[in-house]
């Protein structure tokens, strides 16, 4: 982090804060958690060892709060702290960061609450985090005039209208609009994957491999406009010819994008191979949606799992556990057991994707052995990071 930015206020390298100090370390700790805890609270409910009474329909609530809940941290804790390195101004730390986290914390408590609290007041709760968070994030951006950076900030303000839109249908006020919203927010986060991948996979290969990089200023175009277009003719009119045209189109020009990125070159450095298999499956995922306008078979299911379990799981997972280092001053190098962690998240994909066409009449034990990788995947990243992330910075910079 620069020098003259305001990170070195006291108050926020006493001990007491470190935790508060920047965004990556409470959201990646909370919501790694989260989805390791969640996902176990999901497979007894399949199993029908729990009951939950929500007024979203289980599947949905599953959805929502993978969405809305984890990957909504992962980004929160990830835009929070880029904010800060791309403006040179902080973001949010100390109590405006604290604020966050309870908002978040308290979005996933209402959506246990089931029956028990009135809806009006679990969506009110529930939508509160996004909004805040886009005004935590937007302020420095708006503020440095870092426009390559709005997008980001328009892309936050669209997912908390998806989530607005997956309650109302929940609650019955727009009963059809659940499944689509789901569905775009998948589509919202593919996007903010494809722009921010396209930032720091190319960057972290170049930087770490010291190897030339070329990227075509039109092909970048048209992999980010690409994801862009079907998001909102997907949004509009469902799956169809046209849409699937796009997806496949998109699905190419990202994978070619990909090419140019020299993965080939990353096999030997875990941290920058985990990403570029991140990728992967998003090209898998955009194709897979593609083919499903032509092909007969249930291909959006096995599309969304490619972009949620596949790209989300993945990306996240890398991206968190590079961070994580570098942003606490330690040396770029993946402890130990973290090739575990990759090998089951990868695993975990493999098998909520080709379970259900190999083993149909096991799904429910595909499911839940999918679920335990994921699980198992999760848990090492908070064995091994968990006193990284609550620890002060090793360099003594504040943070």
Same mark, same amino acid.
């Given at each position: 982090m620069s020098s003259s930015t305001p990170f070195s206020n006291a108050v926020f390298q006493h001990r007491r804060w470190t935790f508060l100090g920047t965004g990556f370390r409470p959201f990646f700790w909370l919501g790694t958690l989260m989805s390791s805890v969640w996902m176990l609270l999901w497979l007894l409910l399949l199993s029908g060892q729990l009951s939950l009474n929500s007024h979203l329909p289980l599947p949905y609530w599953h959805a929502h709060e993978m969405l809305f809940g984890f990957v909504a941290a992962i980004i929160a804790g990830f835009l929070l702290t880029a904010a800060q390195n791309w403006t040179g101004r902080i973001t949010a730390a100390g109590p405006s960061l604290l604020l966050l986290v309870l908002l978040w914390m308290a979005g996933r408590a209402v959506m246990l609450g089931g029956d028990i609290l009135p809806v009006f007041l679990v969506i009110t709760v529930d939508m509160a985090f996004i909004p805040c968070l886009l005004f935590f994030v937007a302020r420095p951006i708006v503020a440095a005039r870092h426009t390559r950076s709005i997008a980001l900030v328009v892309i936050l303000g669209v997912l908390a209208s998806c989530n607005l839109l997956v309650h109302l249908g929940g609650a019955g006020y727009l009963p059809t609009a659940t499944a689509p919203a789901l569905h775009a &927010? @998948?589509? @919202?986060? +593919?996007?903010?994957? @494809?722009?921010? $991948? $396209?930032? /720091? *996979? #190319?960057?972290?290969? %170049?930087? +770490?491999?010291?190897? #030339?990089?070329?990227?075509?200023?039109?092909?970048? %175009?048209? =992999? *980010? $406009?690409? /994801? &862009? /277009?079907?998001?909102?003719?997907? =949004? *509009?009119?469902?799956?169809? =010819?046209? +849409? $699937? &045209? *796009? =997806?496949l189109a998109a699905g190419i020009f990202n994978l070619i994008r990909l090419l140019g990125w020299g993965g080939y070159k990353t096999l030997s450095q875990p941290l920058l191979w985990v990403l570029h298999l991140g990728y992967v499956w998003i090209c898998a995922g955009l194709i897979t949606k593609g083919l499903d306008a032509y092909l007969a078979g249930d291909y959006h299911s096995i599309a969304i799992h490619l972009l949620t379990v596949g790209a989300m799981g993945t990306l996240i997972l890398g991206m968190i556990s590079r961070v994580s280092l570098g942003h606490t001053g330690r040396r770029m190098v993946l402890p130990e057991r973290m090739m575990l962690a990759y090998g089951l998240i990868t695993l975990g994909v493999i098998v909520r994707v080709a379970g259900p066409l190999l083993l149909p009449t096991h799904i429910v034990a595909v499911w839940l052995l999918s679920g335990g990788l994921w699980i198992g995947a999760f848990g090492v990243f908070l064995f091994h990071y968990t006193s990284i992330l609550w620890r002060p910075r090793v360099d003594g910079r504040p943070g």
């Amino acid at each position: 982090m620069s020098s003259s930015t305001p990170f070195s206020n006291a108050v926020f390298q006493h001990r007491r804060w470190t935790f508060l100090g920047t965004g990556f370390r409470p959201f990646f700790w909370l919501g790694t958690l989260m989805s390791s805890v969640w996902m176990l609270l999901w497979l007894l409910l399949l199993s029908g060892q729990l009951s939950l009474n929500s007024h979203l329909p289980l599947p949905y609530w599953h959805a929502h709060e993978m969405l809305f809940g984890f990957v909504a941290a992962i980004i929160a804790g990830f835009l929070l702290t880029a904010a800060q390195n791309w403006t040179g101004r902080i973001t949010a730390a100390g109590p405006s960061l604290l604020l966050l986290v309870l908002l978040w914390m308290a979005g996933r408590a209402v959506m246990l609450g089931g029956d028990i609290l009135p809806v009006f007041l679990v969506i009110t709760v529930d939508m509160a985090f996004i909004p805040c968070l886009l005004f935590f994030v937007a302020r420095p951006i708006v503020a440095a005039r870092h426009t390559r950076s709005i997008a980001l900030v328009v892309i936050l303000g669209v997912l908390a209208s998806c989530n607005l839109l997956v309650h109302l249908g929940g609650a019955g006020y727009l009963p059809t609009a659940t499944a689509p919203a789901l569905h775009a &927010a @998948v589509n @919202v986060i +593919t996007l903010l994957m @494809v722009i921010l $991948g $396209g930032r /720091v *996979i #190319p960057s972290f290969t %170049r930087n +770490t491999l010291q190897i #030339p990089i070329h990227q075509s200023v039109w092909l970048e %175009r048209l =992999a *980010i $406009g690409s /994801v &862009a /277009v079907l998001l909102m003719l997907e =949004a *509009i009119s469902g799956i169809n =010819a046209l +849409t $699937g &045209a *796009i =997806a496949l189109a998109a699905g190419i020009f990202n994978l070619i994008r990909l090419l140019g990125w020299g993965g080939y070159k990353t096999l030997s450095q875990p941290l920058l191979w985990v990403l570029h298999l991140g990728y992967v499956w998003i090209c898998a995922g955009l194709i897979t949606k593609g083919l499903d306008a032509y092909l007969a078979g249930d291909y959006h299911s096995i599309a969304i799992h490619l972009l949620t379990v596949g790209a989300m799981g993945t990306l996240i997972l890398g991206m968190i556990s590079r961070v994580s280092l570098g942003h606490t001053g330690r040396r770029m190098v993946l402890p130990e057991r973290m090739m575990l962690a990759y090998g089951l998240i990868t695993l975990g994909v493999i098998v909520r994707v080709a379970g259900p066409l190999l083993l149909p009449t096991h799904i429910v034990a595909v499911w839940l052995l999918s679920g335990g990788l994921w699980i198992g995947a999760f848990g090492v990243f908070l064995f091994h990071y968990t006193s990284i992330l609550w620890r002060p910075r090793v360099d003594g910079r504040p943070g």
